[in-house]
């Protein structure tokens, strides 16, 4: 883990790299202390990354996703769209529930995060609606989205792990997260 961090960091936060190096270091562990044969090693590498191709993919069409919905501009249009409708008693309560939306849809949470906050906060101040309000807002949609979508990174590797798929992963989990979105869509506009 230390190698795999310190490579992602010394190529300038590559994680492709990071795991190649750290495959590598591996490999080469191993070999040196001689606990298991090459052909062995070697087979659990392709095994390996056989179980993590369909994670792999799933996510990487997520990440193409978020690519074409940044091209198109869905995130500024989808806000900018609700903006005149807003009031200062209920932005928490929908920008929770339009970005937690839009994270669903693009299961990109950082990259909505980002293309959201510059348009977010200077409309929250032209309310008077409390940066921390908002800020809590956008970060608990972030993690309501992702957690909510069946291919969002998060859901897939987790699904990975518990050696299910990641839509059995995500109907499993889609109550609990329903029932967090719910509860903190009544907190926004309780508090607000």
């Given at each position: 883990?230390?190698?795999?961090?310190?490579?992602?960091?010394f190529?300038?936060?590559d994680?492709l790299?990071?795991?190649?190096?750290a495959?590598?270091?591996?490999?080469?562990?191993?070999?040196?202390q001689?606990?298991v044969?090459?052909n062995e090693?070697?087979?659990s590498?392709?095994?390996?990354?056989?179980?993590?191709?369909?994670?792999?993919?799933?996510?990487?069409g997520?990440?193409?996703?978020?690519?074409?919905?940044?091209?198109?501009?869905?995130t500024e249009?989808v806000i900018e769209?609700?903006?005149?409708?807003l009031?200062?008693?209920y932005?928490?309560?929908?920008?929770?529930?339009?970005?937690?939306?839009l994270?669903?849809?693009s299961?990109?949470?950082?990259?909505?995060?980002?293309?959201?906050?510059p348009?977010?906060l200077?409309?929250?101040e032209?309310l008077?609606v409390?940066?921390?309000?908002?800020?809590?807002a956008m970060?608990?949609?972030?993690?309501?989205?992702?957690?909510?979508?069946?291919?969002?990174?998060?859901?897939?590797?987790?699904?990975q792990g518990?050696g299910?798929?990641?839509?059995q992963?995500?109907?499993t989990?889609?109550?609990?997260?329903?029932?967090?979105?719910?509860a903190t869509?009544?907190?926004?506009?309780v508090?607000?």
């Open positions: 883990m230390i190698v795999l961090v310190g490579a992602t960091w190529y300038g936060i994680l790299a990071g795991v190649v190096v495959i590598i270091f591996t490999l080469c562990l191993y070999g040196f001689r606990l044969s090459m090693l070697f087979d590498v392709f095994d390996g990354v056989k179980v993590m191709l369909i994670p792999l993919a799933t996510v990487v997520g990440f193409m996703l978020k690519s074409v919905n940044d091209s198109l501009g869905l249009f769209s609700v903006a005149p409708y009031s200062a008693q932005f928490p309560a929908l920008i929770f529930i339009i970005t937690g939306g994270v669903f849809a299961s990109s949470s950082w990259g909505t995060f980002a293309v959201a906050m348009i977010i200077p409309l929250a032209q008077g409390p940066l921390h309000l908002t800020i809590a970060l608990s949609a972030s993690a309501a989205g992702s957690h909510s979508c069946f291919f969002s990174d998060s859901t897939v590797l987790s699904a518990s299910c798929t990641a839509m992963h995500a109907k989990q889609f109550p609990y997260a329903l029932i967090g979105i719910v869509t009544l907190f926004f506009l508090v607000a």
